[in-house]
């Protein structure tokens, strides 16, 4: 069982920047693939980013390319999501993902442990 906590959500006007905190219970974070999520009101879900387990390989949304990056530190059990260049239509509440056990596919369409999610918001 993971349990993930989200935070760092908030207001934030177009052009500006938030970094999402994600951390995880228990000993196992590192054998796992880590990604976000995000739904808007109305929309499907949408896969943001994923992470290996040790960090060395990520993977992006096609939207999110370039200005938003994945990172995790392993001691501090925790995934960071950092976004720059926020535009209006990034307005969605966001979902970390304890995504796979010992594996890494780049995109996801769902994960095996979810956070409760942050609300980020975007003002033009």
């Known amino acids: 069982q993971v349990q993930l906590v989200e935070s760092g959500g908030g207001l934030v006007q177009a052009g500006g920047s938030l970094r999402l905190s994600c951390v995880a219970s228990?000993?196992?974070?590192?054998?796992?693939?880590m990604g976000w999520f995000r739904q808007a009101p109305g929309k499907e879900r949408e896969f943001v980013a994923s992470?290996?387990?040790?960090?060395?390989?990520?993977y992006y949304g096609d939207s999110m390319q370039g200005r938003f990056t994945i990172s995790r530190d392993n001691a501090k059990n925790t995934v960071y999501l950092q976004m720059n260049s926020l535009k209006p239509e990034d307005t969605a509440v966001y979902y970390c993902?304890?995504?796979?056990?010992?594996?890494?596919?780049?995109?996801?369409?769902?994960?095996?442990?979810w956070g409760q999610g942050t609300q980020v918001t975007v003002s033009s």
């Open positions: 993902g304890a995504l796979e056990k010992f594996g890494f596919r780049g995109t996801y369409k769902s994960a095996e442990y």
């Open positions: 228990g000993r196992t974070f590192i054998v796992y693939t």
């Open positions: 992470i290996s387990g040790s960090g060395d390989r990520t």
